[in-house]
């Protein structure tokens, strides 16, 4: 395997690991033990956790910006655009309930740890919320696109973390289908 293709398999073990143990409670023993690495040919890819730690953001940035190309071109209309990024609370419920949000997850924890890398994190809220805003000033919001879009952002957050904390699918459901007919308010007051 090249020595890149060792690298990616690393960041996508740690972001994996990240998210499901917590950036503080992961060590570099886990990351080499979940790629089959020894410790000197860990070592030899990244010196240090906060290293790794910015090859996830900088993935989970790509990843996103990825995701929210592909609902660009996938959708039809705002709205529609908009409904996807609901809708990534049903498809990821298993995980939400586990774990919560991925990008929420590691913000606060970052946060709480006072880490440089935290406002770096925030970037990937920063493409939802301004995806989102697009996507509402399309829908005809003009000034309220940024509320909007906060809002919704919020409102997913809440959901997510909720749902981590009582492991409650039916909660999620009804939060979801509430989402969607507040969005369809939206579209309609825009109209």
């Known amino acids: 395997m090249s020595a890149e293709a060792t ?5 996508e073990a740690a972001d994996d690991l990240f998210y499901r143990q917590g950036f503080d409670h992961t060590s570099f023993a886990d990351i080499a033990q979940a790629v089959g690495l020894s410790r000197g ?6 010196k240090t956790k906060d290293e790794i730690l910015g090859e996830v953001i900088a993935l989970r940035l ?9 609902w660009e071109a996938q959708g039809e209309d705002p709205a529609q ?3 996807s990024f609901i809708e990534m609370l049903i498809a990821n419920r298993a ?57 919704l952002l919020a409102r997913s957050q809440g959901v997510a973390a909720l749902a981590s904390a009582f492991r409650d699918e039916a909660f999620i459901r009804q ?15 825009q109209a």
């Open 7 to 11: 690298r990616r398999q690393i960041v």
């Open 95 to 151: 995980q939400i309930m586990l774990h919560g949000c991925p990008v929420g997850t590691l913000c606060g924890e970052l946060a709480k740890l006072d880490h440089a890398a935290q406002g770096r994190a925030a970037e990937v809220f920063s493409l939802f919320r301004t995806w989102l805003a697009r996507q509402f000033a399309l829908m005809g919001a003009g000034a309220e696109a940024d509320r909007l879009a906060m809002h």
């Open 41 to 46: 040919n860990f070592y030899y890819h990244f």
């Open 62 to 70: 790509q990843t996103t910006q990825a995701m929210l190309d592909a």
């Open 175 to 189: 939060e979801v289908d509430q989402m969607h007919a507040w969005m369809a308010a939206c579209a309609a007051s």
């Open 81 to 83: 655009r908009i409904a």
